[in-house]
């Protein structure tokens, strides 16, 4: 994917803004040959499932050749107003960097609230394709820190 | 003064707090739920931080991320507001423990006005007097039966805890006691976290009167007058006027001297108020006091001149009241009418939805305080209220045509408003000769009447 484009930090948490405050359960944007899709976490069995959205055709199903499988890049998002730090102390390597691949349940940063150190852990396995926050940077509710791509 | 505060709320109170702060040339923090986003106090305001979901309980009450962002951001100090946490004696003792200025009372006054059972107490020893009931809780049928017949029936049950009628009942008769407090009890555990109730004797046809005080902490303590708030609907105000018309000068005076004299005996700090039920023979009860500034406090502010939120941030700065009760003038005649996102021809159900055209009112002597803008969806998470318009007139009359004639401006497309009710208020002919008391609704205005 090196040389393309790619979605700068603030359009893809304008996506999830806009995929947050509505109804949308999917949503899939490309660029270049870029693709960001962003899927609500929610695992209410009663809730309309993305079923209901994937079975769209494409769009020029005959002149375009198959194509690579796309990119679902999910983000972490801060479950709490706080301070990022990627590492659990100034001195010690940072949990993930760029590229990692890390597995479900494993801590990929840490968001200091109240004088309390949380660990916050990846719900999917995969690689970190990107870290969104600076270190030590104020993170506010629901803000995307790092997107896992969960088919790499 | 502060530098920086944190306005925990939303809506039109987030933004005239934010108004009041820029013009002590303070810097502000808004906090926003997920459905705020667009919210105008999360534009107006110097910063703005997320909080979390819709859900009023993970966001507005949120209180370990309010305070996260109030350390994060510098705040030295919080504004509540009014509904969320601004009488949770608990959030103010949170604040102060963290050495974050609670821009209120102190907690103990909101606790000692927040059990409504207490606070008649306290009121009763301060020499005010009560609606005649149970001095503090009733827990049995038997208890409140002793009562009954002592003050005589109807009576009403209500929630030490409660407010805005929930958790209410009224009483005819001892055999409906039994059930009566059963019902009450449950309500008011499911509403407020706790069943507990005490009695009251049921005044018909009794007026709302209520007198706003400030009080500086350092002994000095003024009222700002009173205001009327009988045009209620479901014991929610939906029309409020400074002054109260037709009350005699003995009530006046006795009315704002109770309220300064329980504001000097429970000590308090900042702005409050004090509601009275007043019967038809001018003989007034203290019902309750509200720690904090209240919806209807505009219609204070422009029969005094005075700016109440500002008073506020300066006395929890720890600066001295800015007058003496003597330098308060009081001028002309202020309405408040409260336009809900609601259907007033349908049972005022509400009617959230996205504004899209917006023209406001103006011209001489109106005021409007909105969060609201054309384009702006105003999400069903909260409170219904999208814009208060307060219009000021030399004299009663010239009041209400003012406000008639801002009513007929206000135009607001793409939601139902409860602007047709207050026309229909407004025209009401016991209502201009001031003849109000809280049925006021129900016995005088035909709902029917309204374009569907």
Same mark, same amino acid.
Do not use: K, W
């Given at each position: 994917m090196s040389g393309e484009r790619a979605f700068n930090v603030e359009e893809i948490r304008e996506l999830v803004r806009i995929v947050s405050e509505s109804e949308i359960v999917e949503l899939e944007v490309e660029t270049g040959n870029l693709r960001v899709a962003i899927r609500k976490a929610?695992?209410?069995?009663s809730a309309p499932t993305p079923q209901a959205l994937s079975p769209?055709?494409?769009?020029?199903?005959?002149? /375009?050749p198959p194509e690579a499988p796309p990119s679902r890049w999910v983000p972490i998002t801060a479950p709490m107003v706080g301070t990022f730090y /990627?590492?659990?102390?100034?001195?010690a390597p940072p949990f993930v960097a760029e590229g990692d691949r890390v597995s479900s349940g494993q801590t990929v940063c840490i968001i200091e609230a109240m004088k309390m150190f949380n660990e916050i852990q990846t719900e999917v396995g995969g /690689?970190?394709? /990107?870290?969104l926050v600076e270190n030590g940077a104020p993170v506010e509710y629901g803000q995307p820190l790092m997107l896992i791509d969960p088919e790499d | 003064m502060f530098r920086k505060v944190l306005v925990a709320n939303r809506g039109e109170i987030a933004v005239r707090v934010i108004r009041a702060c820029r013009e002590l040339g303070i810097r502000t923090v808004a906090v926003y739920s997920e459905a705020d986003r667009s919210s105008l106090h999360v534009r107006l305001a110097d910063e703005a931080f997320c909080i979390g979901p819709p859900p009023a309980t993970d966001s507005y009450l949120n209180i370990p991320n309010i305070l996260s962002t109030a350390e994060l951001t510098g705040a030295e100090a919080i504004h509540p507001g009014y509904?969320?946490?601004?009488?949770n004696p608990r959030f103010a003792e949170i604040c102060r423990d963290a050495g974050i200025?609670? &821009?209120? $009372?102190?907690p103990e006054a909101i606790e000692a006005m927040g059990n409504k059972a207490r606070a008649r107490e306290v009121a009763q020893k301060a020499g005010i007097p009560v609606v005649p009931g149970s001095n503090g809780p009733v827990h049995t049928a038997e208890e409140a039966a002793t009562i009954g017949q002592r003050i005589g029936y109807p009576l009403v049950l209500k929630a030490s805890?409660? !407010?805005?009628?929930?958790?209410m009942r009224l009483v005819?008769? $001892? +055999?409906d006691l039994t059930r009566a407090i059963q019902a009450a009890s449950r309500e008011a555990e499911a509403a407020f976290g706790s069943g507990e109730l005490y009695v009251e004797k049921y005044l018909e046809e009794p007026r709302h009167i209520e007198v706003q005080i400030l009080a500086d902490g350092k002994g000095n303590v003024v009222h700002l007058g009173e205001r009327e708030?009988? &045009? +209620?609907r479901r014991h929610q105000k939906l029309l409020e006027e400074a002054p109260? $018309? !037709? &009350?005699?000068p003995r009530l006046r005076t006795n009315l704002h001297r109770a309220a300064v004299r329980l504001a000097q005996a429970i000590h308090y700090t900042s702005a409050g108020t004090i509601e009275f039920l007043v019967d038809r023979d001018e003989n007034f009860y203290f019902l309750e006091m509200n720690t904090r500034i209240q919806v209807e406090h505009p219609v204070t502010e422009m029969i005094t001149g005075l700016d109440l939120v500002r008073e506020q941030i300066r006395i929890a700065a720890g600066e001295r009241l800015s007058w003496s009760q003597r330098e308060i003038e009081f001028r002309g005649h202020a309405i408040e009418c409260r336009i809900n996102a609601e259907d007033p021809a349908n049972d005022f159900r509400p009617s959230p939805g996205t504004v899209r055209g917006l023209v406001l009112p103006g011209g001489p002597g109106i005021r409007v305080d909105t969060?609201?803008?054309?384009?702006?969806t105003i999400p069903p998470?909260?409170?219904?209220?999208?814009a208060k318009v307060i219009a000021w007139g030399r004299d009663r009359a010239e009041a209400i045509a003012r406000m008639d004639r801002a009513l007929r401006e206000f135009e607001v497309v793409g939601i139902r408003t409860t602007i047709p009710f207050h026309r229909l208020v407004l025209e009401n002919a016991f209502f201009r000769r001031g003849e109000?008391?809280?049925?006021f609704v129900q016995r005088r205005i035909d709902l029917s009447a309204l374009p569907r």
């Open positions: 929610r695992t209410n069995a769209a055709p494409p769009a020029a199903p005959v002149e /375009r /990627r590492a659990p102390s100034p001195d /690689r970190v394709v /990107r870290i | 509904g969320f946490l601004a009488e200025v609670f &821009i209120g $009372p102190t805890a409660g !407010g805005g009628g929930r958790g005819h008769s $001892p +055999q708030c009988s &045009i +209620q109260a $018309p !037709g &009350i005699s969060h609201v803008y054309a384009g702006y998470y909260y409170d219904s209220l999208v109000v008391y809280t049925n």
